[in-house]
């Protein structure tokens, strides 16, 4: 029990995970499916940064340890990756919200099935 409690983090991740991806299937409303979408990529970015962390690990800094000690360092690579995939991350979320402005303007609402609907009629 303590091992799983020991991972926390790893619990918090699946929950986002989770919430994200069932907001992102059933919800109706385009504004709340792009939040969920939002809350899944923190989701993998939470899970990124806690696999880069080691028990015991120091940041990448080059410092003088002494004579023949080597530190145990935490990885920075998923964290710098992390830092690109925040930026790919608002920039997905500025498209789909221009998107969503653009679907009001044209049918008047952003809930889906009133769309689907609405284009089912058009058609």
Not at 98 to 122: A, C, F, P, W
Request: proline share 3%; hydrophobic share 50%.
């Amino acid at each position: 029990m303590i091992e799983i409690l020991a991972k926390y983090n790893y619990w918090i991740v699946i929950i986002l995970l989770c919430t994200g991806l069932y907001g992102i299937m059933a919800k109706q409303n385009l504004i709340k499916k792009i939040i969920a979408l939002n809350v899944f990529q923190t989701s993998v970015l939470l899970f990124y940064v806690s696999m880069s962390k080691i028990e015991g690990g120091t940041a990448p800094i080059l410092l003088n340890h002494g004579h023949g000690v080597q530190p145990l360092f935490d990885n920075p690579l998923p964290q710098v990756l992390m830092l690109t995939a925040i930026v790919v991350g608002i920039s997905t979320t500025a498209v789909a919200l221009s998107i969503v402005m653009l679907i009001y303007r044209q049918y008047g609402t952003i809930e889906e099935d009133q769309i689907l609907e609405l284009n089912k009629h058009n058609d």
